[in-house]
């Protein structure tokens, strides 16, 4: 049972245009979502993080969005770079019994072209 | 500040073997997640320690153990191999256990292959 997905493998985007990653999530009690990125041979980094009690955060050229609703959240990358090009992993968060845990979706690859 | 460091890097065993794998927790951290990343999947969480305690565990049999020191290091320990154990193994450390909204920093993670 895949409680976080990343319906699209990859991702094609001019350089200075708009990265759009797309995550949906099964779990309503999941309350807290992150964004983590890896390249090759790397750990996952991560990048930005979005509570349930909110629907945006922004962090320099990333924003994430959050609607509780639909059970989906989106990364925007604005504008694209090259060096954005990695493998992008949404997680989410939030156990009743205290493991706080992440699940993590399949991953996006992203490519940046220049 | 130093980050997650995991150990070794690569390593090939046979199936049936038992493996040990190493983390060195981020400076300051008192909690360590091991996670299992197959080829094209995202990583799938296997445990987690606390303070030395296991803290919650993922869908994975019991040959899967670990441990955590007192330094809050730790090491995932797998026996009687199978080839489905191939797989990246990430170590992601944080502070504070019990606090979900800890960010989880990982490793660069440890290639297993099992033949």
């Known amino acids: 049972d895949q409680q976080v997905k990343q319906n699209s493998p990859s991702l094609s985007v001019q350089e200075g245009r708009i990265s759009i990653l797309n995550c949906d999530y099964t779990n309503s009690m999941f309350d807290y979502f992150l964004w983590y990125k890896k390249y090759p041979a790397e750990g996952p980094t991560f990048l930005i993080s979005?509570?349930?009690?909110?629907d945006k955060n922004e962090d320099g050229r990333f924003t994430v969005f959050l609607n509780k609703s639909a059970k989906h959240l989106s990364l925007h990358i604005v504008p694209s770079q090259p060096g954005d090009s990695a493998v992008y992993f949404c997680a989410a968060s939030g156990d009743p019994s205290g493991t706080y845990k992440y699940i993590f979706g399949t991953g996006t690859r992203l490519k940046v072209l220049a | 500040e130093t980050g997650v460091t995991q150990s070794p890097t690569h390593l090939i065993k046979t199936r049936g073997q038992q493996v040990t794998l190493r983390c060195s927790s981020q400076?300051?951290?008192?909690?360590v997640s091991w996670y299992q990343q197959a080829l094209g999947q995202g990583p799938q969480f296997i445990f987690q320690y606390y303070r030395e305690e296991e803290n919650g565990r993922g869908n994975f049999p019991p040959r899967f153990s670990g441990l955590q020191f007192p330094n809050y290091s730790s090491e995932l320990n797998v026996n009687a191999l199978e080839l489905d154990d191939s797989a990246l193994y990430l170590c992601a450390s944080s502070f504070g256990g019990t606090v979900a909204k800890n960010i989880q920093y990982f490793g660069a993670g440890t290639r297993l292959s099992v033949l």
């Open positions: 979005i509570s349930s009690i909110k």
């Open positions: 400076s300051g951290h008192n909690t």
